[in-house]
């Protein structure tokens, strides 16, 4: 402000800016150790020798409070690190000296435990956003699950909750990983009790859940917690049979699950209705989750989503019972990438006769419909759970961002793809200028009658 006051009304006015200049020579100032009045001897279990960092005492402590203690009273500061954060030393003392740093997935956490332990606030914060922005990026023993067990031991809530979104909404891709088996028993747990979870099927997840625990064989109660949240009534039956027989882990622990078994076996056998009357089916047990099979919803991708109006139509089953499972609705889907809220639609204006509004293409936004073709007594006791998935590239790979729900009482969710501009051909939400939708419908079913048991 104090710049822009100068130069107003002189038209001669100039910035003339050497802050390249100066951040190269503040670089040589470290890297030749010229008028260093403090010296840095960085110790590791890994060296005998201490790496030694010849230092400018003012730089240091503009950075961080804890240099500024360390200093005061002495020249010569022995510190000792880890291997891991040793190793980044160098990159850590550059970015006192200039700003800025460079770094790689692996050594996201090191460097963020020598920002945290040093208090260089801005480089944590710094951190913990690329963390946040590249959950996504390929790595090839995997990152998520790391830098969730991570954000739990500092206390990061936010990398926390972006970390288990992530692994919620591209399961898939993480339980044929390596990074799967370095799943803790509290990350497994959270997991299994949502309903957001993005996976072929309930069978997928059980296979992986068995993997996991004939890895890392954990004790009895554990196991048999684990073994609780999968959801049997969401397994076909004859799946459920073929488990019974060729499980290993099934078996081992089929006293704990016998009971969960039986009420499947007695959801798939009986109608829907006359279940509810004797159980309780409002709750997550029943609920599906966000599978990607084909009976429970379609792909949809829109080539050139900005230009027309789109419409599709898929089938799914009723429901999950397999009293339900031959059973099909259909549904019909609207897609419109320029609809307007009528406080931006074209009205009359009182000024001049007949003239309406301007009104820009880009004050739309997109919408999507989703309805029935058909209405049944079957659908009595059963409401539907509308899921929209949007795909997007990133690092190289196709995965889910973005998930929008609604249910049977609304047609369409409020704020889908509200942020997106879709006329731009680099927007996050298109690859290759399409739009890749997966729209998943969930039946949930309703206890009708209560009966006393």
Same mark, same amino acid.
């Not at 010849?54 to 409070?65: D, I, N």
């Not at 949502?194 to 554990?222: C, F, G, I, K, M």
């Not at 419109?336 to 880009?362: C, F, K, M, N, T």
């Given at each position: 402000?104090?710049?822009?006051?100068?130069?107003?009304?002189?038209? %001669?006015?100039?910035?003339?800016?050497?802050?390249? %200049?100066?951040?190269?020579?503040?670089?040589?100032?470290?890297q030749?150790?010229?008028?260093?009045?403090?010296?840095?001897?960085?110790?590791?279990?890994?060296? #005998?020798?201490?790496?030694?960092?010849?230092?400018?005492?003012?730089?240091?402590?503009?950075?961080?409070?804890?240099?500024?203690?360390?200093?005061?009273?002495?020249?010569?500061? $022995?510190?000792?690190?880890?291997?891991?954060?040793?190793?980044?030393?160098?990159?850590?003392?550059?970015y006192?000296?200039?700003?800025?740093?460079?770094?790689?997935?692996?050594q996201?956490?090191?460097? !963020?435990?020598?920002?945290?332990?040093?208090?260089?606030?801005?480089?944590?914060?710094g951190?913990?956003?690329?963390?946040?922005?590249?959950?996504?990026?390929?790595?090839?023993?995997?990152?998520?699950?790391g830098?969730?067990?991570?954000?739990?031991?500092?206390?990061?809530?936010?990398?926390?909750?972006?970390?288990?979104?992530?692994?919620?909404?591209?399961?898939?891709?993480?339980?044929?990983?390596?990074?799967?088996?370095?799943?803790?028993?509290?990350l497994?747990?959270?997991?299994?009790?949502?309903?957001?979870?993005?996976l072929?099927?309930?069978?997928?997840?059980? $296979?992986?859940?068995?993997?996991?625990?004939?890895?890392? &064989?954990?004790?009895?109660?554990?196991?048999?917690?684990?073994? =609780?949240?999968?959801?049997?009534?969401?397994?076909?039956?004859?799946?459920?049979?073929?488990?019974?027989?060729?499980?290993?882990?099934?078996? =081992?622990?089929?006293?704990?699950?016998?009971?969960?078994?039986?009420?499947?076996?007695?959801?798939?056998?009986?109608?829907?209705?006359?279940?509810?009357?004797?159980? #309780?089916?409002?709750?997550?047990?029943?609920?599906? =989750?966000?599978?990607?099979?084909?009976?429970?919803?379609? &792909?949809?991708?829109?080539?050139?989503p900005?230009?027309?109006? =789109?419409? %599709?139509?898929?089938? $799914?089953?009723?429901?999950?019972?397999?009293?339900?499972?031959?059973?099909?609705?259909?549904?019909?889907?609207?897609?419109?990438?320029?609809?307007?809220?009528?406080?931006?639609?074209?009205?009359?204006?009182?000024?001049?006769?007949g003239?309406?509004?301007?009104?820009?293409?880009?004050?739309?936004?997109?919408?999507?419909?989703?309805?029935?073709?058909?209405?049944?007594?079957?659908?009595?006791?059963?409401?539907?759970?509308?899921t929209?998935?949007?795909?997007v590239?990133?690092?190289?790979?196709?995965?889910?961002? !973005?998930?929008?729900?609604?249910?049977?009482?609304? #047609?369409?969710?409020?704020?889908?793809?509200?942020?997106?501009?879709? &006329?731009?051909? %680099?927007s996050?939400?298109?690859? #290759?200028?399409?739009?890749?939708?997966?729209?998943?419908?969930?039946?949930?079913?309703?206890?009708?009658?209560?009966?006393?048991?």
């Amino acid at each position: 402000a104090a710049q822009k006051a100068d130069f107003s009304g002189d038209s %001669t006015a100039a910035t003339i800016n050497h802050s390249l %200049t100066l951040l190269q020579r503040l670089q040589e100032l470290l890297q030749n150790g010229n008028g260093s009045d403090s010296v840095l001897r960085v110790r590791s279990a890994a060296s #005998d020798e201490p790496k030694v960092f010849h230092t400018h005492q003012l730089l240091l402590s503009l950075q961080s409070e804890v240099f500024e203690s360390l200093l005061r009273n002495q020249s010569v500061v $022995t510190l000792y690190e880890p291997p891991e954060t040793a190793a980044l030393f160098e990159k850590f003392i550059r970015y006192l000296y200039c700003g800025g740093v460079s770094i790689l997935l692996h050594q996201a956490i090191p460097m !963020h435990q020598l920002a945290s332990k040093y208090r260089v606030w801005g480089l944590q914060r710094g951190v913990a956003e690329y963390m946040r922005t590249h959950l996504a990026s390929e790595s090839s023993q995997g990152h998520v699950v790391g830098w969730y067990h991570y954000a739990v031991r500092v206390g990061d809530a936010a990398l926390q909750e972006s970390c288990l979104q992530f692994l919620a909404w591209n399961l898939s891709a993480v339980l044929g990983s390596a990074e799967w088996g370095s799943v803790s028993v509290e990350l497994l747990l959270l997991l299994l009790e949502r309903s957001d979870l993005v996976l072929h099927s309930e069978l997928e997840l059980y $296979t992986a859940v068995e993997s996991w625990l004939s890895r890392r &064989q954990p004790e009895a109660p554990v196991a048999e917690r684990v073994l =609780r949240a999968i959801r049997y009534p969401m397994i076909a039956p004859s799946q459920l049979f073929r488990l019974q027989a060729q499980s290993a882990v099934l078996a =081992r622990h089929r006293g704990a699950v016998q009971d969960l078994l039986f009420q499947a076996f007695q959801f798939h056998a009986a109608s829907p209705l006359h279940f509810a009357k004797y159980f #309780d089916v409002n709750c997550s047990m029943f609920l599906p =989750r966000n599978y990607l099979a084909p009976s429970w919803g379609s &792909q949809w991708v829109i080539t050139n989503p900005a230009r027309d109006d =789109r419409s %599709t139509s898929f089938q $799914t089953q009723l429901g999950p019972s397999s009293h339900d499972a031959g059973k099909r609705v259909t549904w019909n889907v609207l897609f419109s990438p320029r609809w307007l809220p009528v406080s931006l639609r074209p009205v009359y204006s009182d000024s001049v006769a007949g003239a309406i509004q301007p009104v820009r293409i880009e004050d739309g936004r997109p919408r999507l419909v989703i309805t029935p073709a058909m209405s049944s007594p079957d659908f009595a006791g059963v409401s539907f759970q509308k899921t929209v998935l949007v795909g997007v590239r990133q690092q190289g790979r196709v995965l889910v961002k !973005h998930a929008y729900s609604f249910h049977q009482s609304s #047609d369409e969710a409020a704020d889908f793809l509200v942020h997106a501009d879709l &006329q731009k051909r %680099t927007s996050e939400y298109l690859i #290759d200028n399409s739009l890749h939708l997966h729209i998943i419908i969930k039946p949930v079913y309703h206890s009708l009658i209560k009966v006393k048991k």
